[in-house]
Every structure is written in structure tokens, then in C-alpha cells.
């Protein structure tokens, strides 16, 4: 049974930092991407950053510089730390995982966790 479990969302002020976990729980493939994405209620979601099986990381070009995706492989564990945060940041942030093809077909998403940024 594959699960994606966030943690480490909260409440921070503006110009702070957090770094959110997600416990990777039975996703195995031998060339995978994961991810983490973030929603705002009445828009779309929208991709934060993405790490591949071979090391290389791409992210949201507002994001560069302030937000680094990383993972434990010991751990299964899939990190995002966050900082310099601004009130726009403020969203539902999921973590995904998939396969790596021509593309990434994410396949398993987390239960989300809540990021607010205050003025």
C-alpha cells in the first residue's frame, strides 16, 4: 500500500522559514520523480520543485534561491525548506511521486500540508 505523508506545515511570519517532510511509504521505481506542488482554494495548483533519481532538481522560477527540494534516501523521505517566505506562499502543499519517462507521470499524492505566511 503507497502512502505520501506531509508534515512540517504551520504558520510562520513573513521572511521566516520552514522545511516540510514527506515520508515516502512504498513508491519504488528505478527512475522516478518527486515533487512538490502547492494550491490555493479557486486557483490551480502549480509545480514548487521537482527531483529526479539522478540527483538533478528543478524548480518554479519565483522559487529559485529560496526554496531547496531534497531527499533522504535512507530515511524515504522527501524535504522542501522554505525560506524566506512571503504572504504568497501561503497554500496547501502536496508532495508527489512518479515515474520519469520522456516526462514525469505522477502517480501518488500526499494529503497535503498547510503553509500560512503572515504579513
Known amino acids: 500500500h503507497v502512502q505520501l505523508v506531509e508534515s512540517g506545515g504551520g504558520s510562520v511570519q513573513s521572511g521566516g522559514s520552514l522545511r516540510l517532510s514527506c515520508l515516502n511509504i512504498?513508491?519504488?521505481?528505478?527512475?522516478?520523480?518527486m515533487a512538490w506542488f502547492r494550491q490555493v482554494p479557486g486557483k490551480e495548483r502549480e509545480g514548487v520543485a521537482t527531483?529526479?533519481?539522478?540527483?538533478?532538481?528543478s524548480y518554479r522560477e519565483s522559487m529559485k534561491g529560496r526554496f531547496t527540494i531534497s531527499k533522504d534516501n535512507a530515511k524515504n523521505t522527501l524535504y522542501l525548506q522554505m525560506g524566506s517566505l512571503k504572504p504568497e506562499d501561503t497554500a496547501m502543499y502536496y508532495c508527489?511521486?512518479?515515474?520519469?519517462?520522456?516526462?514525469?507521470?505522477?502517480?501518488?499524492w500526499g494529503q497535503g500540508t498547510q503553509v500560512t505566511v503572515s504579513t
Open positions: 527531483i529526479y533519481s539522478d540527483g538533478r532538481t
Open positions: 508527489a511521486a512518479g515515474s520519469l519517462r520522456s516526462v514525469c507521470y505522477f502517480t501518488y
Open positions: 512504498g513508491v519504488s521505481y528505478s527512475r522516478f520523480c
